[in-house]
């Protein structure tokens, strides 16, 4: 599976963005679709994921409320809304799919490039 993430950019708090992730190379409703983020301080931490044929999502404490996961099986791509931005939100963002409906960066096999969102205050 190959994974393009984009629309990344710098937003003002409370404000939005809509990150999407295209994918090729293998059924797009067979994977398991996730959002994870990154700082240089901290480790990959899980954002949201969306299960096979989008029947099922999860998101962390911290984004619920506020970020949306879906996927569009005839685009082959999956978003991740981002709604009432803040400052922590800033981070490198991370587009993965996999087997297993995880809660771990260990659980994804393919992984998109990134896309950096930043959050001014």
């Known amino acids: 599976v190959q994974l393009q993430a984009s629309g990344g950019g710098l937003v003002q708090a409370e404000g939005s963005l809509r990150l999407s992730c295209a994918a090729s190379?293998?059924?797009?409703?067979?994977?398991?679709l996730g959002w994870f983020r990154q700082t240089p301080e901290k480790e990959r931490e899980f954002v949201a994921i969306?299960?096979?044929?989008?029947?099922?999502?999860s998101y962390a404490d911290s984004v619920k409320g506020r970020f949306i996961i879906s996927s569009d099986n005839a685009q082959n791509t999956v978003y991740l809304q981002m709604n009432s931005l803040k400052s922590e939100d800033t981070a490198v963002y991370y587009c993965?799919?996999?087997?297993?409906?995880?809660?771990?960066?260990?659980?994804?096999?393919?992984w998109g490039q990134g896309t950096q969102v930043t959050v001014s205050s």
């Open positions: 993965a799919a996999g087997g297993v409906y995880g809660y771990s960066y260990r659980s994804y096999d393919y």
């Open positions: 190379g293998r059924t797009f409703s067979s994977v398991v």
């Open positions: 969306i299960g096979r044929n989008g029947r099922s999502t």
